[in-house]
Structure formats: C-alpha cells, structure tokens
C-alpha cells in the first residue's frame, strides 16, 4: 500500500514557477512508477509527467516539456514536479500517482493523491 499527498499548489502569476511535492508512505514507494496528472474544471484528467521507479526516465505532454521537470527521491520518499514558465492553461488540480508502469494512461496507476490546485494568472 502507498498512501501520496501532493503539496505545494497555490497561485501565480504567468511566467512564475511552482514546486509541487508528493510525499509517499508505506515501505514500496521505490518500487512503484511515479506520474503526475492534471484535471481543469469540466475537462477530463490528462496525463503530465511519468517518472520510472529509479527515476532514470521520465516522459512528458508535448504542452509541458522544456517546462516542467519530474523527479523523485527514494530515500525520502517524496516526488517532486518542478513547473516553470507557468501559462493559464496549465490551471487545474495536480494530482500525484503510483504504478507499476511508468505511464501515461491513468488507469494504469493504483495509488492516487488527493490534488493540489494549480491556479495561474493572465
């Protein structure tokens, strides 16, 4: 079992820069994939970033990559989602996941944090 919760929302401006964290419990953290995920109101969830379990690959949307960067710490159990040159359309709650498979399908993933909203200004 692996327990996430994402932290580090909030608002910005366009341009700004935000630091999204996803601290994981339970002692299988490493094993698992990591993937973050975005949903803006009355659009489905979409896929952002995916991180392999050691952290050696990582996959983007087309829309963030240059931008936005994914990475984790096994040894504290924590992911990280680095999001820079922020734009409006990136509004939306961010959502952390764990899986088997570094993924960008969400089904694909068994664990799911709560969500931190995303809030960027024109």
């Known amino acids: 079992q692996v327990q996430l919760v994402e932290s580090g929302g909030g608002l910005v401006q366009a341009g700004g820069s935000l630091r999204l964290s996803c601290a994981a419990s339970?002692?299988?953290?490493?094993?698992?994939?990591m993937g973050w995920f975005r949903q803006a109101p009355g659009k489905e969830r979409e896929f952002v970033a995916a991180?392999?379990?050691?952290?050696?690959?990582?996959y983007y949307v087309d829309s963030v990559k240059g931008r936005f960067t994914s990475s984790r710490d096994n040894a504290k159990k924590t992911g990280y989602l680095q999001m820079n040159s922020l734009k409006p359309e990136d509004t939306a709650v961010y959502f952390c996941?764990?899986?088997?498979?570094?993924?960008?399908?969400?089904?694909?993933?068994?664990?799911w944090g709560q969500g931190t909203q995303v809030t960027v200004s024109s």
């Open positions: 996941a764990a899986g088997w498979v570094a993924s960008t399908v969400k089904n694909d993933y068994q664990y």
């Open positions: 339970g002692r299988t953290f490493s094993r698992y994939a």
């Open positions: 991180t392999t379990w050691s952290g050696g690959m990582t």
